[in-house]
C-alpha cells in the first residue's frame, strides 16, 4: 500500500511523455518500474531529496535508495561501454594514419635517388609497421577484456 499519496500539478499529468509500444513484449511491470525509475532520475536532478523523491511519487525511502542505485549501476555501464568504444575507435584510426602515413613514405622512397635518405625512410617506414602491431596487439587485448565481460 501507498503511503503519503500527494496529488500531482494540471501541468505535471498533461506533460506527460507519450508511452513507447515499440516492445511490446516487456511486461506492464517492468515499465511501470521503468517509468517509476525515469520519476525519480528527474527529481533527483530538480535537486529533491531521497526522502522528498519518496513522498512525492507515493513509495518508500527504500525503493527510491534502489532505484537509485539501479540508476546508477546502469550508468555506471553505459560510460564503461561508451569509453571502450571510444577507445577502439582511437585505435582503429590510429592503425588507419599508420598505414597512409607508410603509403606517403613508400611515395617518398621511389621519388628519391639517394640512398642515405632512402635508408631513413625504410626505417621510419618500419617504425610505423611496428606502431600498427602494437595497437592491434592493443585491440586484442581489449577484444578479450570484452569477451570476459560478457562470459
Not at 7 to 24: A, C, R, W, Y
Not at 32 to 47: A, G, P, T, Y
Not at 99 to 128: P, R, V
Request: net charge neutral; hydrophobic share 30%.
Amino acid at each position: 500500500m501507498r503511503k503519503n499519496q500527494t496529488f500531482l500539478k494540471l501541468e505535471t499529468i498533461v506533460n506527460l511523455p507519450k508511452p513507447d509500444f515499440q516492445d511490446e513484449d516487456i511486461p506492464l511491470s517492468k515499465l511501470m518500474i521503468q517509468s517509476r525509475q525515469k520519476r525519480v532520475k528527474d527529481l533527483l536532478s530538480e535537486e529533491y531529496t531521497n526522502k522528498e523523491i519518496a513522498n512525492k511519487i507515493g513509495c518508500s525511502l527504500r525503493t527510491v535508495e534502489a532505484d537509485l542505485h539501479q540508476i546508477r549501476e546502469f550508468s555506471k555501464q553505459w560510460f564503461e561501454n561508451e569509453s571502450i568504444k571510444d577507445y577502439c575507435y582511437s585505435l582503429y584510426y590510429s592503425i588507419i594514419l599508420c598505414d597512409i602515413a607508410i603509403e606517403n613514405l613508400q611515395t617518398l622512397f621511389y621519388e628519391h635517388d639517394d640512398l642515405d635518405s632512402k635508408i631513413k625512410i625504410l626505417k621510419t617506414i618500419s617504425d610505423f609497421e611496428e606502431r600498427k602491431t602494437k595497437l592491434y596487439h592493443k585491440i586484442s587485448s581489449v577484444q578479450k577484456y570484452c569477451g570476459r565481460l560478457t562470459n
